[in-house]
């Protein structure tokens, strides 16, 4: 995630009303952290939330599929499925049905 050997930076919250903070310090208690370790993993996980919102931004519009039905998502990664259906389907009527060895196990 981020370097934390790196430089450091202290952030400081003014005019927090005591309630707010007391409601803090008890939620960190029952986590067994202090006030700052919970405070400083609050504010690392939304901004952990913010890059990876920006990433998937970046992938927005992007017709890669993701956004497909499973219908869609099939023929946009095998257009020719369809012409090799159509292929067996014409083979095996020529053939007659369970005559077929490719597909022999999908007849029966």
Known sequence: ??????????????????????????????????????????VTEDARRVRNAQIMARFAGRSDGANLDPDERQSWIDPDKAERDARADDRDRRLGAGECPYRRWQLR
């Open 1 to 42: 995630m981020w370097d934390t050997a790196a430089a450091t930076t202290a952030l400081s919250i003014r005019d927090v009303p005591p309630e707010v903070r007391d409601q803090l310090a008890a939620r960190a208690r029952e986590r067994g952290q202090s006030l700052q370790a919970y405070l400083l993993e609050l």
